[in-house]
């Protein structure tokens, strides 16, 4: 048997992987921790045996050989649907700050951290990417900070998939910004 925890805030999530023979002690173990995780009348809501599960800005996709985590960011359905995000998740490009330039530069490299973080492949953190774009651009930021942070990123973590993004994240960006702002 092989449990994996999650803990973000007041969110939880247990993963548990196990054979058939294992289900009685399994259904005792998650009896237990849900009824003792909280104090009343706090509790755990069960996920139940689905194929997927959303948690924090992202989804977890089960597969009969694989656990799949992908980074979307929380207002990336909203604008596909209304053009509009839901609310804001970063600081504005313009928000006062007493050092600007390193204040919006660790805004949208710690963005990309997080969805390092998070994504279970080079696949999903692009994906991840692309999901942060209409944050970003509805926030001001230039296509241009993207890509410092994305080639900065290659050179911190040596994968290459941040250096292979760069310049689609910015064309994409470029492309966000004409049907946002018509510029």
Not at 7 to 22: E, G, Q, S
Request: glycine share 4%; proline share 6%.
């Amino acid at each position: 048997m092989h449990v994996m925890f999650k803990r973000y805030a007041d969110d939880c999530r247990a993963v548990i992987l196990h054979t058939p023979n294992m289900n009685d002690a399994v259904a005792k173990y998650l009896h237990a921790y849900k009824h003792t995780c909280y104090s009343k009348p706090c509790e755990l809501e069960d996920e139940g045996d689905q194929p997927s599960f959303d948690f924090l800005q992202g989804m977890f996709v089960f597969t009969p050989t694989a656990c799949i985590a992908r980074y979307e960011s929380k207002n990336f359905t909203h604008f596909a649907s209304t053009g509009r995000p839901r609310f804001r998740s970063m600081q504005h490009y313009h928000s006062y700050c007493t050092s600007p330039s390193n204040m919006r530069y660790s805004t949208v490299a710690g963005k990309l951290s997080e969805i390092d973080s998070f994504s279970s492949s080079d696949v999903c953190r692009a994906a991840g990417v692309l999901s942060l774009i209409p944050d970003l651009v509805h926030l001001m930021y230039p296509p241009s900070l993207l890509s410092k942070a994305l080639y900065v990123r290659t050179q911190h973590t040596a994968n290459p998939v941040w250096a292979i993004m760069a310049p689609f994240a910015h064309r994409y960006m470029q492309l966000q910004y004409k049907c946002y702002y018509g510029q």
